[in-house]
């Protein structure tokens, strides 16, 4: 398994380029199974992520075709079973569920399972689907699903609001027979750019952006070509890149609009940003203090951001308090970070984070997406050399980390497993 080796103590200074965001495209590429039309997606990035979506999406029958940064995925489905080998190494899979039971009247896709951050549950995709009509017998692990007269609008109140179960009951609704509404619906912004491109594809969405979206089902979908949306996970990773190790940098394509509730905490603590000719230029001039944070859905502070904080807090004057509201277990980073001299305690679903002078570089174990890419900050101001295992973690969901990193001048090497 490769590792990363970071020698700390650098500023970076440069640029660097946000690429399109993994949690647009992944739903985006379901999307793509609504129609047997060709749906062009550009700015996509690439990521572990994307290439099992591409695999699953294309066990499904349905071609897709890479050409640089643009996919195209389009064409009759002649499989409806998501496979367990697939599923279990990507939850985002059961975003086929809505699109198979849409177009094709059933699915028999393989419950997820849990990982490391919690237990994932999927229920509310399958409670909103039944109510649309879907006849749904859990089985062997597998969500065996069928519409014999295919989905019908209903209204569905979301008791949380969840990113997934909003992306799936969306697609299914657009080819439902009469209205569907979800209230309570996420509205986080890839949800906006999935809204978007289902509209380009002759969808009838009211609502997008707001927590209610009323949808109309129409008899099919056609093509359309739609740009991923840049990564706001991405645009705050780098950003907490530049601010941990006291340099400057460029966020080409980065938006700050997006960035919401992780801009006002990153100011908070000393963080300067602006928005310069299509980039968000981040810079920290002098000390960083204590900022606290609680992670919600959006607009919120993304759960997605919360390792990448803490990391940058351990680092503060002051003191932080951090608490974790939408997983039950994502504070895996805590003993890694203290391992390189952070001072974080947790109780319960806060960690109260006391910034130390500096850290020193260790050898350190990732244990999730956001996990990892927190000790890759960590080592990036840490005295001496971080070496980061496992990661694999990182590919899948950070496209070239050493080169854009190394590019603003980090000492960072991968070393090959
Ligand atoms: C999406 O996951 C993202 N993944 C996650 O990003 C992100 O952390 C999460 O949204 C929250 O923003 C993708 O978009 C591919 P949820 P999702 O449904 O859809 C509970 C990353 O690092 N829940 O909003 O799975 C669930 O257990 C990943 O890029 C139910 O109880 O998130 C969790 O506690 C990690 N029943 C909470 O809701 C359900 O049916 C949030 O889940 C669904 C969810």
Redesign the pocket.
Known sequence: MDRIRIRGGQPLHGALHIGGA??AA??LMAAGMLTDDRLLLGNVPRLADIATMSALIAQHGVAVVPDGRTLSIGGPIDNTEAPYEIVRKM??SILVLGPLLARVREARVSLPGGCA??????????KGLEQMGAVIRLEGGYVNAAAPGGLRGAVIVLP??????T?NLLMAATLADGRTEIANA?R?P?IGDLATCLLTMGARIEGVGSDKLVVDGVPRLHGAAHPIVADR?ETGTYACAAAITGGEVRLVGGQLAHLGAVAAALRSAGVEMTEQDGALVVRRAHGLHGADAMTE?YPGF???MQAQFMALMSVAEGAAMVTET???NRFMHVPELNRMGANINVHGASAIVRGVRGLSGAPVMAT???ASVSLVLAGLAARGDTIVNRVYHLDR?YEALEQKLAGCGADIERIPG
């Open positions: 993994k949690n992944l739903p939850r985002a951050i919690g237990t994932r549950p999927v229920d509310l995709h399958l949380f609001a969840s990113v997934g179960a992306e996420a986080e890839e996970i859905p993304p759960t997605d939408i997983f039950e999730d997406l956001r969901g």
